[in-house]
């Protein structure tokens, strides 16, 4: 090992003087990367101007999924969960399309959650799925009270309402008898929850493309896994969907899981190919090189692994 490794100076802090502004998540990131002043961001991986090639890419990746993690067989009923969110129009949308296409028989139900958010134009839903050329069904079940009554200070309206969502709609889907629920989690959300689970959980876990639900009934997919949250927002300003934003979240801008999103913007505005790349690490996991030694018997006699170092951080040191 080179005993002139680089050291990194880290300023000290000088508490005589008032704390400054605090700094943008991923700034200091960007410092400590560039070992200065965060260069200026790079141009991001391109998205397709033409609608129609953005939609074929999308349906590419969303179908890619399906196959890889087999999320579809023939004869399911997928509950697809419309939220009122892009992520549920587009999933919605592409689910169609794969639905016209594919060589299997399979059927879609549209279930929006009114959870009787103030101010929620759900009839704006309503009103749009009544045309959206699959069957659909609301399901009115008011956690709003809830919510506001049972969460403890200092913590997020969406940790206890997705609770509460996920058993409402899991409940639904076994009585609408629906074979497995779709969600519209994309690539962004399954990076930023493997973030959130490193940096505050100490646990090294993301969302995982299919999920049997512990209820040993319901099983989760998400078709747009493999799918940039980027390509989702050009698709969506190329349609006319009615979205309906969630206003108790948008009164939480320090939310973490909005953190790790704007740090993973920045990682991307620096290193265009590190998302695709952190994509492919979460199919490509490597337990004899972590900590785990549940996952790995660390007495097992192996390679010392120098022939793979082009391909791993060693590469970068
Ligand atoms: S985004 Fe809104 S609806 Fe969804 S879990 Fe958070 S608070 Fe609930």
């Known amino acids: 090992m080179s005993s002139h490794l680089p050291v990194i100076q880290v300023p000290r802090l000088d508490t005589s003087q008032p704390a400054a502004e ?5 700034a200091l990131l960007g410092r400590l990367l560039t070992g200065g002043t965060p260069p200026a961001v790079p141009a991001r991986a391109a ?3 033409s609608a129609r090639t953005l939609e074929r890419r999308i349906a590419y990746m969303a179908t890619k999924a399906i196959h890889d993690y087999g999320m579809i067989a023939d004869g399911d009923k997928l509950m697809v969960c419309m939220s009122g969110g892009k992520d549920s129009y587009a999933m919605l949308h592409f689910l169609q399309r794969a639905q016209r296409k594919a060589p299997i028989d399979f059927e879609l139900l549209a279930v929006h959650l009114d959870q009787g958010h103030p101010g929620s134009p759900t009839e704006t839903l309503e009103t749009w799925l009544q045309q959206c050329g699959s069957p659909y069904h609301i ?3 008011h956690t709003y009270d809830i919510v506001m009554e049972k969460l ?4 997020t309206t ?3 309402c997705s609770r509460l969502r996920r058993g409402i709609l899991y409940d ?6 629906c074979t497995k629920v779709a969600l519209g989690h994309h690539r962004d959300d399954v990076l930023a929850t493997f973030l959130l689970n490193v940096f505050f959980c100490g646990q090294l876990k993301a969302m995982p493309p299919v999920l ?6 319901n099983t989760v997919i998400r078709p747009l896994a493999y799918v940039p949250e980027e390509m989702i927002k050009a698709f969506v300003k190329t349609r006319d969907y009615p979205l309906l934003p969630c206003r108790l979240c948008d009164k939480q801008p320090d939310l ?3 953190q790790m999103e704007a740090l993973l913007r920045e990682i991307d505005g620096l290193y265009p190919g590190a998302l695709p790349s952190a994509l492919h690490a979460m199919k490509n996991v490597h337990p004899r090189f972590l900590m785990d030694n549940k996952a790995w018997n660390f007495d097992t006699v192996v390679q010392d692994g120098s022939g793979e170092a082009d391909r791993d951080a060693d590469a970068f040191s």
Not at 212 to 217: H, K, L, N, S
């Open 172 to 177: 639904a889907a076994k009585k609408l008898g």
């Open 22 to 26: 605090a700094e943008a998540p991923g």
């Open 212 to 217: 049997r639900a512990e209820d040993g009934y």
């Open 139 to 141: 399901v009115r079940e």
């Open 47 to 49: 998205i397709p101007s």
């Open 152 to 155: 403890e200070p200092g913590k």
């Open 158 to 160: 969406c940790s206890l």
């Open 256 to 258: 973490k899981r909005s």
